[in-house]
């Protein structure tokens, strides 16, 4: 291949998405990555892709909007320059309301909804019909949203690869020499060298533990269950996720905080009782400070450039934080969110 016009280091899925952007505008590049595709939090198992609740709008919120609707035709154009799936399906939630309290303040939502997602998706109390995929319920009603989604990360990751490859573009499973701009997509060991080179404390990692249960449900809705996800995916498999620990000696060990989720779930939807556990995961997230993801030119490094700490909502950011890096890095373009904007200086 002829000299690349960007490297992009880190093979998850803020790296490999964005070079698959930079790849439709016609850029020639190579992702490095000497631990492998997905090796950090983006080799993980749950896949949802949530909105925010529809109230107390931000910049963080409505770029995650601009993201989910554009997330159906962006999978979608994945899918067809690589011939593989993503699993990606926008299934929509269902999430359980405890008592009236709780159904007021939902109702009052589906009408902020209506106007913060433009009309373009749905936020709405519905009555619980007792059908086995549905959350025990209270108060008897349910949300139910059409903008959630889901995607299956490891196969998303295939079809990225895939498609960077069909352009001509390269990935690199080990280590090459950096070609043209260069953008970290590093995880959360990127995170940690960001802070000790700009020396302020810019994030760190929570690890998550999830598991994969064998159970057909791939054309209904994810779950949202007393701050527990599960999620479908076109595998016949389920996911339910995750922990949030700030305190860890191995980030990639499970231990019983994993089996207390798995009876977790069972407990909560009974359907799942008898379902095979097929494997168990842990990995660590890059959380940023702020919680919103970290983007920009790297300060005092001219030509390299940053894509971190997509914590809980990397997947579901990932198509436009991609086009965003592409047209900064590319054509000069800056069209970063303040909240998201990576800067030498700590925010005042």
Not at 293 to 302: F, K, N, Y
Request: charged share 20%.
């Amino acid at each position: 291949m002829a000299r690349a016009d960007l490297t992009v280091r880190g093979a998850g899925i803020f790296g490999l998405s964005i070079a698959w952007a930079a790849v439709q505008r016609g850029a020639r590049v190579r992702v490095i990555d000497p631990f492998g595709v997905g090796a950090g939090s983006s080799g993980g198992i749950v896949g949802a892709l949530s909105p925010h609740v529809p109230e107390n709008w931000n910049e963080k919120k409505d770029f995650q909007l601009d993201s989910l609707l554009m997330s159906p035709s962006w999978w979608a154009a994945v899918e067809a320059a690589s011939g593989l799936p993503t699993g990606y399906g926008r299934v929509g939630r269902l999430q359980p309301l405890a008592d009236q309290a709780a159904v007021d303040l939902a109702r009052a939502r589906e009408l902020t909804a209506a106007k913060l997602w433009r009309g373009q998706a749905r936020w709405q109390v519905v009555q619980a019909t007792g059908q086995a995929w549905e959350p025990q319920t209270p108060s008897g009603w349910l949300v139910q949203d059409d903008l959630s989604a889901r995607l299956h990360p490891r196969l998303a990751a295939a079809a990225l690869v895939a498609a960077i490859r069909a352009a001509g573009s390269e990935v690199i499973l080990g280590e090459a020499e950096d070609q043209g701009a260069v953008i970290w997509a590093t995880g959360a060991a990127g995170l940690a060298a960001l802070s000790a080179d700009l020396g302020r404390n810019l994030g760190t990692g929570v690890k998550g533990q999830a598991a994969l249960l064998r159970f057909e449900a791939r054309s209904l809705p994810q779950l949202f269950v007393d701050a527990l996800h599960l999620v479908p995916h076109v595998d016949g498999t389920v996911a339910i996720g995750s922990t949030s620990e700030n305190r860890f000696e191995l980030g990639s060990a499970v231990d019983g905080q994993l089996d207390a989720l798995i009876a977790k779930a069972r407990a909560l939807m009974p359907v799942l009782a008898d379902a095979e556990v097929i494997e168990r995961w842990a990995g660590v997230r890059p959380r940023a400070i702020s919680r919103a993801p970290l983007i920009g030119g790297w300060p005092r490094r001219e030509g390299h450039y940053v894509a971190n700490g997509g914590f809980k909502i990397g997947f579901g950011m990932a198509p436009k934080l991609a086009e965003v890096m592409a047209d900064l890095v590319l054509e000069g373009k800056d069209h970063i969110p303040e909240a998201f904007r990576l800067t030498a200086e700590a925010p005042a």
